[in-house]
């Protein structure tokens, strides 16, 4: 089969690997139908070194079952799937807690002899725990829709989640991406009243507004703080970090109310998180981490077929699997907000 | 009247000073009655410059009632009162939302011409909102329990509080100091079923099993990490940080469970808190912060009345005013744990 690897920064390359085959009892094989390229698929796009064993790339994906396991029952050849973007066995400690991201059996995919999800095929550990099907055809509309449940729509909104939004919530999402974007639809999916977007590209806060948002700040840093603090009277009581850099951090705590949450979601590109003693004084609660996908796609996926939320709408360019490599580029470049691959 | 000065590390002296008046109509003017030291209040003992400023030491006292300003109606001179460890008028948004360390109008004793709380004396700004009467007589034997409302006792409360302990929770408090204890305290009137508590000093982590701790780990670093995960089964659920150093923090990520709350009331000793991608992908959460005392005092003293607990027991020593040098080096050199001072 076709599949997507990294080589090493921005030298992506779509090329014939083994096609996928049950190994343990509890793997099934799926046949890809909708991809995507996630923006922490950027990070390593960015700045991977040189390797000879690249990285099979992706990790958003559904597909269609082709051959399960002699232990798999939750699934059957046949069925349309959509994949979180971390497998896991979905009975550990951890997965019944609703963390499968921590799954004592899980992992992630496109490294360890495990495909990614850019690729034609995939074998998918632990097919019970991990697959969810999706009660529509193949070649439904809802397709795109469906998909961000596989990450970006569901770790939006463990950023609103964990920073406990609630009816009536004054809240500010830092950064206009699709998680960005995802975070406003969980956030209105949660009851905030106030929704302010920060983000500079118009398209995207366009967007961001027919989502939810009732307010954007293009500014950055000390103006956007303050253009903030002056919409909520003062700060906002929750806020989604949607960026995963320092400075969108520093914002975050810049414009929470004292007492305030924030949660990060982007995944962080930085080594500490700089709260010392001012944030302490402060009473600021930080939270967030790595969505485990699995758990939220059951309370969400009604949303998306009863129409109620489009997050598909994120994406605005399609790119087929040959042609991956322009689909990176186009993100890093700011040039595509989100794109589908279809393998 | 005679007041603690810190002219630079290690030189703490007692001088006379100006009496304290009403300067504002809702002032009150209290009579000292006990006081004593915080741990908070070593760092400036190891680390301070010279000063000819001196700063007024001292935040955690109670004393009696002398005089009152024209609008102040909750207090009346002859009553008993304790001082939450920062004043408020406790009528504010952070002061309604229980968050009176950030009131608009609040502040903390000891700088800008405000007393302190080792002296005989202390000017109260915002006395209604600051005060809370203690039904008690003035020879009281339950004034030191009463005096741990001021500080010690509610920081060890908003560690519990924030990070959400609750009945049948699994609870590493980190530190064997007032706090740590204090938190021990805090979990168990919570109802966290196991605490271990971390802590080598044998005669604290003593008063910690009777305050309520069921384990304790004495080793540190990657050993007690090891002890406390085995323990407690593969990690606490929550983890109260009484210390306030950069390894305390560590410390906690090592033994709290992925998805578990570390809440940090130790004074931060850092300028930022090492959690990067690591704790992202283990979603821990980390709150906490500066205490409100004012917030907690009405719910904890009945705890102190009816002698359900006894927080005054982390007193080990009593000194003069005259004599508080040595008690800042009693506590400094470890050979008392809290040092009540009696004006």
């Given at each position: ?64 079952v082709?051959?399960i ?6 699934v059957k050849p046949g069925d ?264």
């Amino acid at each position: 089969m076709r599949a997507t690897l990294l080589y090493q920064a921005g030298d992506v390359r779509v090329e014939d690997v083994d096609d996928p085959k049950i190994q343990n009892p509890t793997d099934a094989v799926i046949r890809t139908v909708l991809a995507c390229v996630c923006g922490s698929d950027l990070w390593p796009y960015k700045s991977a070194p040189r390797t000879d064993n690249p990285r099979h790339m992706g990790h958003e994906f559904l597909g269609v079952v082709e051959d399960i396991g002699s232990e798999v029952t939750t699934v059957k050849p046949g069925d349309l799937v959509v994949v979180p973007f971390t497998y896991s066995d979905n009975t550990c400690e951890y997965c019944r807690r609703g963390l499968q991201t921590s799954c004592v059996h899980g992992g992630p995919w496109g490294v360890g002899g495990i495909d990614g999800g850019q690729g034609q095929a995939a074998r998918i550990p632990y097919a019970d725990g991990t697959l969810i099907t999706l009660p529509v055809a193949e070649d439904s509309e809802l397709l795109p829709d469906l998909l961000t449940l596989s990450d970006v729509l569901c770790t939006g909104y463990h950023a609103a989640h964990t920073a406990g939004v609630a009816p009536g919530d004054t809240v500010t999402v830092i950064g206009d991406g699709a998680v960005g974007l995802s975070a406003v639809i969980a956030a209105k999916l949660r009851g905030a009243e106030r929704i302010v977007l920060m983000g500079r590209h118009t398209a995207r806060t366009d967007l961001g507004r027919e989502f939810g948002a009732t307010d954007v700040v293009a500014d950055r840093g000390e103006d956007g703080v303050a253009a903030v603090r002056e919409l909520t009277g003062g700060g906002a009581d929750r806020v989604l970090e949607c960026v995963g850099l320092e400075a969108a951090l520093v914002q975050a705590a810049g414009v929470v109310r004292d007492g305030g949450v924030i949660s990060r979601v982007g995944a962080p590109q930085y080594p500490a998180i700089p709260f010392g003693f001012g944030e302490f004084m402060r009473n600021l609660t930080l939270t967030g981490g790595v969505a485990p996908s699995r758990a939220y796609i059951p309370e969400l996926m009604p949303h998306i077929l009863n129409g109620d939320i489009h997050p598909g709408r994120v994406f605005d360019r399609t790119v087929d699997l040959d042609d991956v490599a322009e689909g990176y580029r186009l993100m890093n470049d700011r040039e595509a907000l989100k794109v589908l691959v279809r393998p």
